[in-house]
């Protein structure tokens, strides 16, 4: 695998979970589109925070040796930030359309 290879993987695992939410949680949901887009940005947020930490796809590849723990952390982090920007997306327009 490469790089931009378990990049791609990334990506993919958070518009995976954030569209998974959105289709088991319907008060969640901005439709397919709009829960891709969001899973897109939540899972490049959350990875770039995290990759900080040794959990980039080039640390996980460390020269040519793959590393599958870190792998797993990776997509699990990812997952996590497609969801999480989902449900932060729907707080703030919440917020927004408040009559506070």
Do not use: C, E, H
Request: glycine share 14%; proline share 1%.
């Amino acid at each position: 695998m490469t790089g931009t290879l378990i990049s791609l993987l990334s990506i993919l695992t958070g518009i995976i979970a954030a569209n998974l939410l959105g289709y088991l949680k319907k008060k969640y949901s901005f439709g397919v589109i709009g829960n891709t887009l969001i899973g897109v940005f939540g899972s490049i947020l959350l990875i770039k925070s995290f990759g900080r930490l040794g959990f980039d796809p080039w640390s996980i590849m460390n020269n040519g040796d793959f590393d599958g723990f870190q792998l797993a952390i990776n997509l699990l982090v990812s997952a996590i930030g497609g969801a999480f920007g989902l449900v932060f997306a729907k707080w703030l327009i919440n917020k927004l359309n408040s009559k506070d």
